[in-house]
Nanobody
Framework: QVQLQESGPDLVKPSQTLSLTCTVS???????WAWIRQPPGKGLEWIGS???????AYSPSLKSRTSISINTSKNQFTLQLRSVTPEDTAVYYC?????????????????WGQGTQVTVSS
């Protein structure tokens, strides 16, 4: 079983770029990774996925502002969300699964980080 830990700033100003890193212990290869968020009072929202080989898939609603990358030598994958607004305030989770790439359903992921609160505010 892998363990995941998110890291990054908890406060970002509007129009700036939100950058988060997920550090994986227990092996990053042979898994499929993703970022999911939960805005206050709302459900879980898939942001995008990346395979251990670097293939990516993004939510259509966020695709124009999102980049996900992976560094297998560091056992890390990262999220960049550009031009943020207060609507991007949420708890952000890094997640992983073995069986299949690019699922947009949070319920398909069986490994979760503890989540990190990111607030977008001036």
């Amino acid at each position: 079983q892998v363990q995941l830990q998110e890291s990054g700033p908890d406060l970002v100003k509007p129009s700036q770029t939100l950058s988060l890193t997920c550090t994986v212990s227990g092996g990053i290869n042979n898994y499929y990774w993703a970022w999911i968020r939960q805005p206050p009072g709302k459900g879980l929202e898939w942001i995008g996925s990346i395979s251990y080989s670097g293939n990516t898939a993004y939510s259509p609603s966020l695709k124009s502002r999102t980049s996900i990358s992976i560094n297998t030598s560091k056992n890390q994958f990262t999220l960049q969300l550009r031009s943020v607004t207060p609507e991007d305030t949420a708890v952000y989770y890094c997640v992983g699964r073995i069986g299949g790439f690019g699922s947009s359903s949070a319920y398909d992921y069986d490994s979760w980080g503890q989540g990190t609160q990111v607030t977008v505010s001036s």
